[in-house]
């Protein structure tokens, strides 16, 4: 009997040709599943992260533990980015943390711009409740205020006016033409302020300690928004008789007589 007659089907029921692409066609799809597989980018994912709780402050950092982390993504914290990406392998890597307030944050990895993995709740910031403990001396100027701010502040004022005093003014002199006083690099720069006056001053300010990276300590004056550290240059935001004040530092020393 003839396996293929003359309209090329194979015993009288297929065509040839399509047998053919049949067979050519059960042999790819095997094949190309297979390349999907070996080279398609893997799914990354989230795990853990390490610690799950953090005091609030500065320069925090938390490690990320994963799947298939990859270079250039970044994690968010409910919406707010952290400030790096440094991956150590595929399964790790180190996030410095933004800025955040007390709460419970969800922890969101992206690939670029799109979401790859959320972990619900994993990170909790613990509230600091700070209390001034400690007592500095700084001397400095009152910038940015005007005529009738100037008349109200003397020896005795204190920020705020009611309520416990975060400072407290132990001498003022005459006014005197502005300068700012801007960081750059190591140094300071001193910029004129044309048209503009400063209030030479020394305050008593009340801090509480904070640690720093390298384990020593720091003292801090609490803010409207965030915590000011007490060094030259810096700037408090005080609450004064008409609203907020700034008082740039030139220089911090322990109270005379203690």
């Not at 999907?36 to 709780?53: D, G, H, I, S």
Request: aromatic fraction near 6%.
């Amino acid at each position: 009997m003839t396996i293929v007659d003359d309209r090329g089907r194979v015993a009288g029921r297929f065509n040839l040709v399509d047998v053919m692409v049949a067979i050519v066609i059960l042999i790819l799809i095997p094949v190309a599943y297979g390349a999907y597989l070996l080279f398609r980018t893997p799914q990354p994912k989230l795990l853990a992260v390490n610690p799950m709780k953090l005091y609030q402050g500065k320069g925090l950092q938390v490690e990320i533990k994963g799947e298939n982390l990859r270079p250039f993504m970044r994690v968010s914290f409910s919406t707010i980015q952290g400030r790096t990406f440094l991956i150590g392998s595929t399964t790790s890597a180190m996030v410095d943390l933004p800025d955040l307030g007390p709460g419970v944050y969800d922890v969101e990895l992206f690939d670029y711009m799109q979401l790859a993995d959320r972990l619900p709740k994993a990170l909790t910031i613990l509230p600091l409740a700070p209390v001034p403990t400690v007592e500095l001396e700084v001397v400095g100027k009152f910038t940015g205020l005007s005529a009738a701010a100037i008349a109200q502040i003397k020896k005795g004022t204190k920020f705020p006016p009611a309520g416990e005093p975060q400072a407290e003014v132990l001498s003022v002199s005459a006014p005197i033409p502005a300068h700012l006083r801007l960081r750059a690099g190591d140094d300071s720069v001193e910029v004129a302020l044309a048209g503009e006056v400063e209030l030479p001053a020394t305050l008593r300010v009340r801090c509480y300690p904070a640690l720093n990276l390298d384990g020593s300590l720091r003292c801090e004056v609490s803010g409207p928004q965030h915590p000011t550290t007490v060094m030259p240059d810096a700037v408090l935001t005080l609450a004064g008789p008409q609203g907020w004040m700034s008082f740039q530092i030139t220089r911090a020393q322990a109270p005379a007589g203690r």
